[in-house]
């Protein structure tokens, strides 16, 4: 008798338990609700006659990408070397910001895992002084928060990362 019981139970408790589990929202609806409309904050892409190039963007939910590439005299050949990062929010929630440079030593990144943007990322990663008789860099932009660029002559301090680049 109780087995005849359990068994009208479930007939009637598990199709009902599948029809409240299909009302509730699926775990990539969630998702897709938690996306919105990702608005760009500020952006430039220089190219320059000598070859070198400066671009940068952000968008409003912590996503950033900046890259530099210039060249440089290195043993009396001109070698390209590129600086930059990337950061974006991983899916768990946290962000991640990898700094990478790339010149006659390779590639070579540091990443940063945070639960929140990285604070100060710098517009812009200043190249360095050219040595001398070596190739002269030919102009550094700059960008307004309109996306709109001004050409100023190169920098020689070190980026707002502590000279890392």
Not at 68 to 94: C, E, H, I, N, Q
Not at 106 to 130: A, C, F, H, K
């Amino acid at each position: 008798m109780a087995n005849c019981h359990t068994v009208v139970l479930l007939s009637i408790c598990v199709p009902l338990l599948l029809l409240l589990l299909s009302l509730r929202p699926s775990a990539a609806e969630d998702r897709q609700a938690d996306h919105r409309a990702v608005r760009l904050l500020d952006r430039f892409d220089n190219r320059y006659p000598d070859g070198s190039y400066e671009y940068r963007f952000e968008l409003d939910d912590g996503t950033a990408r900046y890259e530099r590439g210039y060249f440089a005299m290195v043993d009396k050949v001109k070698t390209l070397m590129v600086v930059g990062y990337y950061s974006y929010r991983m899916s768990d929630g946290r962000y991640i910001t990898v700094f990478y440079n790339a010149d006659q030593f390779g590639y070579r990144q540091n990443q940063s895992i945070t639960p929140q943007v990285y604070p100060n990322l710098p517009r812009s990663i200043e190249m360095p002084m050219p040595a001398s008789g070596s190739h002269s860099f030919q102009s550094s932009a700059t960008s307004t928060s309109t996306g709109t660029s001004t050409t100023s002559p190169p920098q020689t301090t070190t980026s707002r990362r502590g000279g890392r680049f």
